[in-house]
């Protein structure tokens, strides 16, 4: 069977979702310049901040989609882009110089290969925090899942064919890799994407990592998305 994605493509759409992010979202778009990307959209959940006044000046097409809900917003983006691959970045990210090209080389060769994310590491210099990224990219490689904060990018047939992101309360991205898994291939390219360590410096690392392992576990096992973000908000300040 002919592979609807098959052959050449000529666009990277990059999506990011914000709420708030007017701090961290300069240097995530910064990552993104340069980058040969088709567009960038801003996907704002109703900011106080200057966020999306920041995305604006810095190029990007903006958004709005209130209240803010992850899936939601990232869905709005998806369905906006005009490009054949569509690369979701969070705010408080920064993407590796090469990761648009990194993308189009990895999708131009592995037809396939319907989307991926890259590894990571924390904007932290600390000998535990790179133990933590390690063991989440050895994670994602043994079992193919897809996180967010990685740089998740999908071939826009797969997501269109998918609905894209459920309206999940949590793990959306994990769910989307899940049932990517069903029409494809999954990569994780070396990257790496930096993320933000706020979430490890608010609630502690250990108890971080923590709540992350169990709440990708308890989906494993079938747990419902509500319960599980119900759990994961009562062990922490929230997500």
Same mark, same amino acid.
């Given at each position: 069977?002919?592979?609807?994605?098959?052959?050449?493509?000529?666009?990277?759409?990059?999506? =990011?979702?914000? @709420?708030?992010?007017?701090?961290?979202?300069?240097? /995530?778009?910064?990552?993104?310049?340069?980058?040969? $990307?088709?567009?960038?959209?801003?996907?704002?959940?109703?900011?106080?901040?200057?966020? &999306?006044? @920041?995305? #604006?000046?810095?190029?990007?097409?903006? @958004?709005?989609?209130?209240? &803010?809900?992850?899936? !939601?917003?990232?869905?709005?983006?998806? %369905?906006?882009?005009?490009?054949?691959?569509?690369?979701?970045?969070? !705010?408080? /990210? #920064?993407?590796? %110089?090469?990761?648009?090209?990194? =993308?189009?080389?990895?999708? !131009? %060769?592995?037809?396939?290969?319907?989307?991926?994310? +890259?590894?990571?590491?924390?904007?932290?210099?600390?000998?535990?925090?790179?133990?933590?990224?390690?063991?989440?990219?050895?994670?994602?490689?043994?079992?193919?899942?897809?996180?967010?904060?990685?740089?998740?990018?999908?071939?826009? %047939?797969?997501?269109? $064919?998918?609905?894209? +992101?459920?309206?999940?309360?949590?793990?959306?991205?994990?769910?989307?890799?899940?049932?990517?898994?069903?029409?494809?291939?999954?990569?994780?390219?070396?990257?790496?994407?930096?993320?933000?360590?706020?979430?490890?410096?608010?609630?502690?690392?250990?108890?971080?990592?923590?709540?992350? $392992?169990?709440? /990708?576990?308890? +989906?494993? /096992?079938?747990?419902?998305?509500?319960?599980?973000?119900?759990?994961?908000?009562?062990?922490?300040?929230?997500?």
């Amino acid at each position: 069977m002919e592979l609807p994605w098959r052959g050449a493509f000529a666009i990277v759409s990059i999506v =990011i979702p914000t @709420l708030n992010e007017e701090c961290l979202l300069p240097s /995530c778009l910064a990552s993104v310049e340069g980058q040969g $990307a088709g567009e960038v959209i801003v996907v704002d959940g109703g900011s106080k901040d200057r966020t &999306a006044a @920041l995305a #604006r000046e810095a190029g990007a097409f903006v @958004l709005s989609v209130v209240p &803010a809900q992850r899936a !939601a917003q990232a869905n709005a983006g998806a %369905h906006r882009a005009t490009g054949d691959v569509i690369l979701f970045v969070d !705010a408080d /990210c #920064r993407l590796p %110089h090469d990761a648009v090209p990194s =993308i189009e080389r990895l999708l !131009a %060769h592995s037809p396939n290969v319907v989307g991926g994310c +890259f590894a990571m590491k924390l904007h932290r210099r600390s000998g535990f925090y790179r133990l933590i990224t390690r063991g989440g990219d050895l994670y994602c490689r043994m079992t193919r899942t897809l996180f967010s904060d990685r740089g998740l990018f999908v071939r826009r %047939h797969a997501f269109e $064919a998918l609905g894209g +992101f459920r309206s999940l309360p949590i793990m959306e991205d994990v769910d989307l890799g899940r049932r990517l898994r069903r029409l494809g291939q999954l990569h994780m390219l070396p990257g790496p994407v930096v993320a933000s360590a706020r979430r490890f410096q608010r609630d502690g690392p250990v108890l971080t990592a923590a709540r992350i $392992a169990i709440a /990708c576990l308890l +989906f494993q /096992c079938g747990f419902r998305p509500e319960r599980i973000a119900d759990l994961y908000q009562r062990t922490g300040s929230g997500t």
